[in-house]
């Protein structure tokens, strides 16, 4: 898979999303936006999609935060056809396939990830996924283990 297609499914499993341009086209851009305070990221980010074509970091007006699209891309329109068959976001069938390069999880886990460590306790990663079903959720487990062996569970949150 290329690096930018790896970036990208580990984006819009975290927080990146996909706007549709044309449908005529088939056409995407991916949106990103973080707080200032992943700035560096961000560019980090920007830079590996510079093959897409990327419009420049902006920040966001009224937050403490800073965004960029890439420009309109086909490639962008398939994925986005994968991921919100609905206009929803979803783990579509084939996430298998796509997620299948360590560069992606670990956008993922940057994007909606964070680290419990207890010293003498535990160290526990968690990837928040709110916004999937638990089906979805349970589906990510097992890609998760049979593509990367990592064993994860996954919990209901109590908010």
């Known amino acids: 898979?290329?690096?930018?297609?790896?970036?990208?499914?580990?984006?819009?499993l975290g927080d990146g999303n996909l706007t549709?341009?044309?449908?005529?086209?088939?056409?995407a851009m991916l949106h990103v936006g973080y707080h200032s305070s992943a700035l560096e990221y961000l560019k980090w980010?920007?830079?590996?999609?510079e093959v897409l074509g990327v419009?420049?970091?902006q920040p966001k007006r009224g937050f403490q935060q800073h965004h960029f699209y890439t420009k309109p891309h086909r490639?962008?329109?398939?994925?986005?056809?994968?991921?919100?068959p609905q206009g929803r976001k979803i783990v579509p069938d084939?996430?298998?396939?796509?997620?299948?390069?360590?560069?992606?999880?670990?956008?993922?886990?940057?994007?909606?990830?964070?680290?419990?460590?207890?010293?003498k306790d535990h160290l526990n990663a968690t990837i928040s996924t709110y916004s999937f079903?638990?089906?979805?959720?349970e589906f990510l487990r097992t890609v998760l283990w049979f593509n990367f062996g990592v064993k994860a569970a996954v919990h209901q949150s109590s908010m």
Do not use: Q, T
Request: hydrophobic letters at 40%; aromatic letters at 8%; glycine letters at 8%.
């Open 45 to 49: 980010m920007h830079r590996e999609l």
């Open 94 to 119: 084939c996430i298998g396939d796509l997620l299948v390069d360590p560069v992606s999880l670990a956008v993922w886990y940057m994007d909606d990830g964070s680290l419990d460590f207890r010293e």
């Open 75 to 84: 490639e962008l329109g398939i994925l986005r056809e994968v991921f919100y």
């Open 133 to 137: 079903s638990r089906k979805d959720c």
């Open 1 to 12: 898979m290329e690096r930018w297609k790896a970036i990208v499914v580990g984006s819009v």
């Open 20 to 27: 549709p341009i044309s449908k005529r086209k088939g056409e």
């Open 55 to 57: 419009n420049p970091i």
